[in-house]
């Protein structure tokens, strides 16, 4: 049959060549198409459907009951004509990560809830979500609505539609949600949950095509339901008072990627059309957005205020942002017309044992773990065994924050806003200052360990997450001062030691012995002001606050302190080239350490009576002293003194001219600790020392230079004898380079830092088959991973591996997961580039 030119019926564009001759796929039934394609059927089958419902027909494919009127299964074709979204009338900025992932979550569920606190921008992250597909977008904002019992008929209304054709609430807004692809938005849930809850599980029941994004302070908790937990915005890197004490002032660069300024900022532009992001400005706003705590409404509350105040004043009005963040949108919900009226919103919703903990954890300022919560909370309504169940109450509603990554117990912290509405409300109910003296009480028990058990001188784990609150116990107690106060910060210097802040450790402490001039721990903050002041190369000062720690000790029935008295009298003794005297010191320090019975502190005492044994060359005796000590240290001791000690052992081998035992030792210094830090500079000269003794210069001025480098970033220098050591194996390295290749390795050395310069480090200088470094892994390999690394690189199978070597497929197979996990690193080109990595380093290395 000949082919006929033939017209889509509904657009009237060509249909091309149709055969007509009732061929499977030509159109249903055989038929000729009569559209060009399905989206020209859909708009031909809509229009029919718009005219059956003009002359009330049901159109074809609607159900009908007895009598003709369509059944409230039907698929209604158009959208209800309420709900349409609003256009908004400022630019949204940020959240692109987040938009990405919500799209993809929109896209495979039918129920999206985004929760989060009041103020962090869920409705305006939905706005711009659905931005894109308004047609078929509906939105009814709950706020208005104070009790759930008008729900259906509410929504019913704000769609359009409401009991308009007399039906029951339930059908009319099941006809309305029944267009395919529609999405319902609904905003502002959470003083309506679980009235929303019912709806929603109705609506997604009974309308099978329907989505929901919602949005509230807690989930719904209804069947399929993905909760998205909106977080506060991308934060700048913290201004100069509050980081590392030695890094260099903020640059307009280092914040311009951060979302949480550049809502300040476009949102002050908008109050202040001549404001900017300069280098005199960037400081305040980065502090501004930080005080924060990167919430949306904070600070656009804050970027209004850029018109009638200079931004130090923002800054320190920030001290009452509940007061000073008012005067929102007028169009805008009540509740986000201001800070506070945004959290008293969510404080309504609480019962009265959840509003009783809600604030009185306030007073914890640097977030708290159960045993915390329970020490401030329970009592006065409130019992211990309910206390975690309020916390994850309060989790939910987004009235507390989860803190990521502690792993092993919860931890939370609640914003700097809702802590001030929550302390607002201690003062209010009259419990300020009993739950004040509850935390106070908490965190002087914490402090036990710190002093009684010196020399060790304890840092748990959980001392040093509740450094904040430490902070704020000992400015809360600098007016009553005594055994408390004394106590409290000794124990937060302790923590500034162990983050290797010495400048405010010896801040803390000299305030602290000012305020306090007679206490019996008065030796302890004296001892521990020794070694800091030692650590920072104030020798005079060192060997002064040491004599006056024995001197307090004395007139106090405290062996343990005067143990801890006696071993800073022998580091101060040290930093002054009093050897003997620090021998004997340390002896004495010993003594007491084994008449009390505490194998640890025993230890400790026998390693540092090594260390100074080793300066008077009684080598013999130190190396026994070791022996005995370093099992117990080794599995018992925190890092830092199991590093020390085999520093120490390193130093004792290399005067007995062992250079393998020595390199050995300062490797296994280096692998236990934390990268740049002050216990991590030793061994990294120790193998500097090494390299330059067996003719690797390069090497040694590499490790030389990057230790030197570390040493100045945080401000602490080495004692003296071993500074002589580190000097002289960097002229005996520089003699043997011409002036350029050496000033290259140093300069090379002072570009390592981090995990780049341990792993380096830990490379053996003798071959890449001795000892590697960590990668992006877990620690060293051992000698048989380095071979089977090797043979890998070298292009040999598992089989051919395990000939080579001597072993089972397994076995290779096994030795190959390790490689991976220690490298970070999955394939076997990966290992290959490592093994060629570590060989380059080695040629460049010897210079």
Same mark, same amino acid.
């Given at each position: ?333 009540a509740h986000h017309r201001e800070l506070r009226a945004a959290i008293a919103w969510s404080h ?297 000690? $085999?520093?120490? #052992?390193?130093?004792? %081998? ?5 250079? +393998? @035992? !020595? /390199?050995? &030792?300062? =490797?296994? *210094?280096?692998?236990i600790v934390a990268p740049d830090t002050f216990h991590a500079m030793y061994p990294v000269e ?39 050591? $580190?000097?002289? #194996?960097?002229?005996? %390295? ?5 002036? +350029? @290749? !050496? /000033?290259? &390795?140093? =300069?090379? *050395? ?47 199978t598992n089989a051919q591996v395990a000939v080579r070597l001597e072993l089972s497929p397994r ?37």
């Open positions: 049959m000949a082919s006929t030119k033939r017209t889509c019926e509904a657009c009237g564009g060509p249909l091309g060549a149709s055969r007509g001759d009732g061929e499977p796929g030509s159109g249903k039934g055989g038929r000729p198409p009569k559209y060009c394609s399905n989206a020209c059927r859909q708009r031909a089958f809509r229009t029919r459907a718009t005219t059956a419902s003009e002359v009330g027909q049901p159109s074809a494919g609607q159900a009908t009951v007895p009598g003709g009127r369509p059944t409230g299964a039907d698929v209604r074709l158009d959208p209800p004509p309420g709900g349409v979204l609003p256009r908004p009338l400022d630019r949204f900025i940020g959240r692109a990560g987040e938009l990405t992932r919500l799209r993809g979550l929109l896209r495979s569920t039918r129920l999206l809830t985004l929760v989060g606190p009041g103020g962090v921008g869920k409705s305006r992250l939905a706005l711009q979500l659905v931005g894109g597909r308004r047609e078929l977008t509906r939105l009814v904002a709950l706020d208005p609505l104070r009790h759930p019992a008008p729900l259906r008929q509410f929504v019913a209304t704000s769609l359009g539609f409401g009991d308009q054709h007399g039906c029951a609430e339930e059908e009319a807004l099941v006809r309305a949600l029944s267009t395919p692809g529609l999405l319902l938005v609904l905003d502002n849930c959470e003083h309506l949950a679980e009235s929303c809850a019912e709806l929603v599980a109705l609506l997604l029941t009974r309308c099978p095509r329907l989505r929901i994004l919602a949005t509230s302070r807690e989930a719904l908790r209804v069947p399929g339901e993905v909760v998205f937990r909106v977080g506060e915005l991308s934060l700048p890197p913290r201004p100069a008072e509050d980081r590392a004490q030695d890094r260099s002032a903020l640059r307009v660069d280092d914040v311009s990627g951060s979302d949480a300024v550049r809502l300040f900022v476009e949102r002050a532009r908008a109050a202040a059309p001549g404001f900017g992001l300069t280098p005199d400005t960037v400081d305040a706003v980065s502090r501004i957005c930080h005080r924060l705590d990167g919430l949306p409404l904070a600070i656009e509350l804050a970027a209004r205020r850029v018109a009638g105040l200079p931004l130090g004043q923002i800054v320190d009005g920030l001290d009452n942002q509940l007061a000073l963040l008012t005067g929102g949108s007028r169009i805008g919900p309504r919703l609480l019962d009265p044992a959840e509003q009783a903990v809600l604030r009185r954890v306030s007073i914890l300022a640097g977030g708290f773990g159960l045993d915390g919560a329970r020490a401030v909370c329970a009592g006065e309504g409130i019992r211990t065994g309910d206390v975690l169940r309020l916390l994850c109450s309060l989790e939910e509603k987004s009235l507390l924050v989860r803190v990521p990554g502690e792993e092993r117990r919860a931890r939370f912290r609640q914003l700097s806003a809702i802590r001030m509405y929550g302390l607002g409300r201690l003062a209010a109910c009259g419990e300020l200052a009993l739950v004040r003296e509850r935390a106070l009480s908490w965190l002087a028990g914490l402090t036990d360990d710190t002093v009684h058990s010196p020399p060790v001188g304890l840092v748990t784990r959980e001392l040093v997450a509740e450094r904040e609150n430490l902070a704020a116990a000992v400015a809360c107690t600098e007016d009553e001062g005594g055994d408390r106060h004394l106590r409290l910060a000794l124990a937060l210097a302790r923590v500034h030691r162990e983050l290797d802040e010495f400048i405010a450790a010896r801040r803390m402490l000299d305030a602290a012995l000012r305020r306090v001039p007679s206490s019996p721990y008065r030796s302890d903050a004296l001892a521990l002001a020794a070694r800091i002041a030692y650590k920072q190369g104030d020798r005079a000062v060192t060997l002064r606050l040491a004599k006056e720690a024995v001197a307090a000790a004395r007139g106090h029935d405290r062996p343990a302190a005067l143990a801890d008295a006696f071993d800073a009298l022998g580091v101060a003794l040290l930093a002054r080239r009093g050897f003997a005297a620090a021998v004997v010191a340390q002896r004495a320090c010993l003594d007491i350490t084994r008449r009390l019975g505490d194998d640890l502190a025993t230890a400790v005492s026998r390693h540092r009576l090594a260390w100074a044994l080793q300066h008077v060359g009684a080598v013999a005796e130190a190396q026994e002293l070791l022996a005995r000590c370093l099992p117990v240290l080794r599995t018992e001791a925190a890092s830092h003194h199991h590093s020390a000690a $085999v520093h120490t #052992a390193g130093v004792v %081998a290399l005067a007995a001219g062992d250079d +393998e @035992a !020595a /390199e050995e &030792a300062f =490797a296994e *210094g280096l692998g120790g193998l500097a020392i090494v390299a330059a003794g067996r003719g690797e210069p390069g090497r040694a001025l590499r490790l030389a230079a990057a230790a030197a480098e570390v040493r100045g970033r945080i401000g602490v220098r080495p004692d003296a004898e071993w500074q002589r050591r $580190v000097d002289a #194996a960097v002229a005996r %390295a520089r003699s043997g380079l011409d002036a +350029e @290749a !050496a /000033e290259s &390795a140093r =300069a090379a *050395g002072r570009r390592l830092h981090g995990d780049r310069l341990v792993a380096y480090a830990l490379r053996s200088a003798r071959s890449v088959h001795g000892r590697p470094g960590r990668g992006g892994g877990t620690g060293p390999l051992t000698e048989r991973e380095i071979q089977v690394a090797t043979l890998v690189a070298e292009g040999l076995t290779v197979e096994a030795h190959l997961d390790h490689i991976r996990d220690k490298l970070g690193v999955r394939s076997r080109t990966r290992i290959a580039v490592w093994v060629a990595d570590q060989a380059a380093e080695e040629r460049d290395g010897r210079g």
